[in-house]
């Protein structure tokens, strides 16, 4: 369905149906045989009731990709229902490329490149143009991914987007803004061993990668920050920031052809580059029992277990995600949760995931309990997790976690900024261009059997790796119940 006007009207009429709809079984369902359907208790009521609804049937709205001379790959929405634009870029780039003794890098770029202006205009400068303006314009770099994103009004674009083109092209990294940013990260670092949840995924995550990139923190670590140079950021900048490396989502008040003309001009001078990526390892996929524990005098533990996972691209990514939806993922109706929180009620908050990026993800359970049911409630974990694998989930099951994934996707689509979005992320990934297209097809093909067949396949509780932070002194019962136990020693950060 291809628009001009607004979403939002779109997604209040189809939710607003699915109500009705709802409303509509609700009111016809038969709760027994010989049992009489429920009269409305209304006149409203009874005249909804008498509604007669089509199947729900929505596709995404086409967006228009495109190539600009220089390489930039483009994801172009016309939206004319507000006088906004919005541009969301993502850039081939990353933690994972930065040397191991210079963690924290990428980051710092990513950062410095906004806040340090460009070497026409002061990072103070452009803070003030911006601010008369109400727009804005953003740079991050991520684990395996840079960042860029602009939002003005329509009439304000073009000052915009050469603000963003220049910071793009001719970041500054003054050092004062260099030094600043480094002072900031490293106040967080000395914060981290506060922080039990921030503890427990630092130390999981290196646990299960080390020592490939994917086991370093983004930021960085006290003992590499301060090394980092301004000519070593600007080098990272030199290496990866041209327009064949980066691809680019607009969307809003605009006229395609004119926008095109407008990104070729700004982005004018800026070629297209070679790009020499560093060999970056394999994930090793070999699993074995790992139990870990953090002493922290506390009166709840955190605990997380699970191992190496899938990447983003295994083809079977959809019955995976319907897998975890019912172990451990939908909250109210998960099994782990409902074993756990609801009868056992030994935690507030658990829940499984599947991390899926570029390489071999991790799959995790987390769960935070009363320090005095620490190993009941990873036992209860664990069971759950050795049920799925051993039996084929019910239909209801099934049935509500299709449902659900269906029911969400239209709200993936309730701005064209969040189309466009999407639209980056598929490329980006290396997903099929028509992932959108086929995404509600992909979840009603999951099967019973497919469930059991992906859990068996990648679920491992006899090889999981276990963390636990909190006061093992007053634990129900001792970790070594799961296997021989490492002591993680937190150091101090000066």
Known sequence: MRRNGSWNVVVITLALSVALSGYVCAQHAMPGKGAVPAKPQSRGAEIVSKFKYKPLEWSPPKVERRVLSNGMILFLLEDHELPLVNITSAIRTGSIYEPKDKAGLAALVGHVMRSGGTETMSGEEINRQLE????????????????????????????????????????????????????????????????????????????????????????????????????EMIAFHDRYFHPNNMIMGISGDFDTGGMIRKLENVFRGWKKEKIDFPDVPKVDDEMEISVNYVDKDLSQSTILLGHVGIERTNPDYFPVKIMNFILGEGSFTARIPKKVRDQE??????????????????????????????TRAIELILEEIQRIKQEAVNDDELKGAKDTFINRFIFLFTTSAAVVSHMVDIEYKGLPLDYLDTYVANIKAVTKEEVLRVARKYLHPDK????????????????SEFGKVNVVELKPVE
């Open 132 to 231: 008369y303006m109400a727009a804005s314009v953003e740079t991050s770099i991520g684990r395996e991914e840079g960042s860029a994103g602009l939002s003005a009004m329509s009439k304000d674009l073009d000052k915009t987007l050469e603000i963003f083109a220049d910071v793009l092209m001719h970041p500054a990294f003054t050092e004062d803004k260099i030094q600043k940013r480094k002072e900031e990260v490293l106040e967080a670092i000395r914060r981290e061993n506060d922080n039990p949840a921030q503890i427990a995924f630092r130390e999981f995550r290196r646990l299960i990668y080390e020592p490939h990139p994917y086991n370093r923190k983004v930021n960085g670590y006290a003992d590499t920050i301060p090394g980092i140079t301004r000519d």
């Open 464 to 479: 999981i790796t276990l963390l636990v932070v909190g006061d093992e002194k007053k634990f129900d019962r001792p970790l």
């Open 345 to 374: 009620g030994l935690a507030y908050s658990v829940y499984s995931a599947f991390h899926t990026p570029r390489d071999l993800g991790f799959f995790f359970v987390s769960c935070q309990t009363k320090v005095g049911s620490t």
